[in-house]
């Protein structure tokens, strides 16, 4: 087994309109590619880690433009099939001063949501030592759910260690039912859990950090580690619970994104054999530079940038 990061997900075009107000009065738009699991990929690779990302495209310019946005972050692709039949999705993204910003989808019947389990049965996990998966593919569709049950029994089956983020998305899923007894299946068989706190009051039935961990490390989960927003996360290993401070962000521009640069500080600081503490002080970091970024992943961060930030006399961990 080598060293490396496996994804799986949907990504999809992105549309980002260019003047605030409702997406429907937008000026115009800028195109970009987002999804929560590119974004990871993207981080991971930005900060020099071998990753590769599997999905399903369809042969459209949306397509096309994933690839060509793999390629130039240096992103394996060996895992990308396409569709003839399905498009790639996309979404539309409103611009805004504060806050969360608009959001509408184009993915309904996406090629991405026929990723199937004989997909799955084309990854040697051997060549990879991490996969991160989290809870948006599974709610594309039936296939895509039994696809990603596979990903969890062939990563174990390989050693390697698997981080899963809820990534809620009600509006995709069958049913609150179904999402809520999937996710907490799905983190039973995780290494490590990061839910957020508003998640944890949909999911388990509260925003107590301390209880949402309890509840995933007595459910089979290994590391559970709860996103608290600005103070930080709650951090539960087996052995003790522990606070690690967030850092001051000077301006909110851009919630998206967010969740998904805390993974990638996880991730990559676990890779480098950094200990727990300091790879949740790295996540809380690309978490507070992705709020400060326009965009769903172009303000994550290089190694030259993210230590720069970490070193900076008003970005330091609040004590």
Known sequence: MSEGLILAG????????????????????????????????????????????????????????????LNENGIGNEFVSFSDEH??????KGKVNKGDPDIFYFRAGSAASTISPADVGKIDMRNYSYIHLTGI???????????????????RAAGLT??????????????LKIMRETIN??????????????????????????????????????IVITKCGAEGAFVTDGNENYKVEGYKVRQIID??????????????????????????????????IQVMS?????????PEE?????KQDDCVGRK
Do not use: C
Not at 144 to 153: G, H, K, S
């Open 10 to 69: 949907e990504p999809m075009g992105l549309l980002i309109a260019q003047s605030e107000g409702s997406l429907d009065s937008a000026s115009g738009y800028s195109l970009a590619v987002a999804g929560a699991e590119f974004n990871v990929a993207v981080g991971t690779a930005r900060l020099h880690h071998r990753v590769t990302y599997m999905t399903k495209l369809g042969k459209d310019p949306f397509g096309k433009r994933v690839i060509r946005v």
């Open 87 to 92: 498009k790639t999705g996309f979404m539309l």
């Open 137 to 155: 593919l599974p709610a594309l569709s039936d296939e895509t759910r039994a696809a990603v049950y596979l990903m969890f029994d062939k990563a």
């Open 162 to 175: 698997i981080s899963f983020d809820p990534n809620l998305r009600l509006q995709l899923w069958p049913s």
């Open 185 to 222: 299946d799905m983190a039973s068989h995780a290494d490590i859990v990061l839910p957020g706190i508003a998640e944890g009051k949909i999911l388990v039935g509260s925003d107590d950090p301390k209880k949402i961990n309890d509840f995933y490390r007595q459910n089979g989960a290994g």
């Open 255 to 288: 919630t998206v994104g967010a969740g998904d640069g805390f993974a990638v500080g996880i991730i990559t600081g676990l890779m480098e054999n950094l200990p727990l503490y300091e790879a949740v002080k790295r996540g809380n970091a690309i978490g507070a």
């Open 294 to 302: 326009r965009g769903d992943n172009e303000g994550l961060p290089t």
């Open 306 to 310: 993210l230590v720069n930030f970490m």
